[in-house]
């Protein structure tokens, strides 16, 4: 007697790989729904009163000014134009505060946990003082109590290259040239061929046991390059312009206003405070048996920390630093309070002129969902590289 095993078939609303993605489909589906039905009122709404909901008006002449722009801007362009400068002005404050803060916060975390007591004590009240005062009073504070009380731009205070007034700061900075271009290109090559000279001095190393000094080699190399290709060229990729002051004004240079001053260094120091604390707590979490390890094998304390407990902690660090980039760029929206003309700082000028108030705001939700969306994205890359490969 033959017997047959048939395959029992899960009915679908007993499939766990199944309902799950149905329940989700059908949350999205409502989601969208509801978004839909309110997107449609807010349409019927504007028509009753005589609204059109549109983006053509950003063709139309802007008409007002813009103090710091990064691009070329005049008041004969679009309204498109002037909110791209907005942009620009956002990623500018939002990219060098991320780098000072959190070099700033790094430093001031691993200050905090340090064996100097006056070290130690100055990093925690540098942490508690900034960290517990509202963002916005700072701004004020730097805006209106340290730039502007500064002497004029004809008696600028000078240190060095660099010079202070009540406009703002002018420092030695470099500009492109014609041969920028050609330097990049080559510059590409060199570290091409430096990071291949790397590698196979790395397995070199690795397969015969002989110190092959794959990093200084590497370095060496691109050093060597750059050096023959401004013999050839002439001058290097960057061109230094270094700031002088003629009586009435500073020449040369670059110009930092008062406002960006202002917003840069608070959204620095105010967020260096959290990311001190998240260096602080990251470390911490490192187990206690690898501290012990490293001062059993004579490890000082800056070595220990620098190949053993830093590297360690940064797998638990990166997820935290993460939430506070996404804040300091959501905070920049506050350098509209002191004239700094950032994308919110702009929009609410065009929302003035041309009453398309729903179509600014949502290019403003868009602007910052891309900056935050590409931020987590970068940061969770970068957090995949540093996590312990598990066997």
């Known amino acids: 007697m033959q017997t047959q095993n048939k395959k029992v078939s899960t009915p679908i609303w007993r499939n766990k790989k199944v309902v799950p993605v149905i329940l989700q489909a059908v949350f999205v589906l409502l989601v969208g729904i509801v978004f839909w039905i309110l997107i449609q009122n807010t349409l019927t709404g504007l028509e009753r009163i005589g609204i059109r909901f549109g983006f053509d008006f950003l063709n139309a002449r802007s008409g007002f000014n813009i103090n710091e722009a990064m691009i070329a801007y005049s008041t004969s362009d679009p309204y498109y134009r002037a909110l791209l400068v907005g942009i620009v002005s956002t990623l500018r404050v939002s990219f060098f505060g991320i780098i000072l803060a959190t070099v700033i916060g790094v430093g001031v975390g691993v200050a905090k946990m340090s064996d100097n007591w006056l070290l130690s004590k100055v990093a925690s009240i540098y942490i508690d003082v900034f960290r517990n005062t509202p963002l916005l009073l700072q701004i004020f504070i730097l805006n209106f109590a340290v730039f502007l009380p ?3 731009i004809q008696e600028a205070v000078s240190f060095g290259p660099f010079y202070l007034s009540n406009r703002g700061a002018v ?5 492109v040239h014609d041969a920028t271009a050609l330097w990049l290109l080559l510059l590409l090559v060199f570290m091409a061929a430096a990071l291949f000279l790397f590698k196979y001095l790395m397995r070199l190393e690795m397969e015969g ?5 794959p990093f ?3 370095l060496g190399l691109l050093v060597l390059l750059s050096g023959l290709t401004y013999l ?5 990729p960057l061109e230094p312009t270094i700031p002088s002051h003629t009586g009435a004004a500073v020449a040369g240079g670059l110009s930092l206003t008062t406002p960006f001053l202002s917003v840069l260094l608070a959204l620095t120091i105010f967020t260096s405070t959290y990311i001190a604390e998240i260096v602080r707590g990251g470390v911490q979490a490192v187990p206690k048996g690898q501290v012990e390890a490293t001062k059993a094998l004579g490890f000082k304390s800056r070595t220990a920390m620098r190949l053993v407990i830093f590297p360690q902690a940064i797998r638990i660090i990166i997820p935290q630093m993460t939430s506070q980039y996404l804040n300091l760029i959501k905070n ?7 004239g700094y003309q950032e994308i919110v700082g702009v929009g609410n000028t065009v929302i003035n002129q041309s009453g398309r108030t729903l179509e600014v705001i949502a290019i403003m939700i868009a602007v910052y969902l891309f900056f935050s969306l590409t931020t987590s994205l970068f940061m969770n890359y970068f957090n995949k590289k540093f996590q312990l490969v598990e066997r």
């Open 332 to 338: 920049s929206s506050l350098a509209m309070a002191v």
């Open 232 to 236: 050839l060229v002439g001058r290097g």
């Open 150 to 152: 500064l002497p004029r």
């Open 216 to 218: 200084l080699s590497a």
């Open 209 to 213: 046991g002989q110190h092959r000094y």
């Open 171 to 175: 420092i030695p900075w470099a500009r």
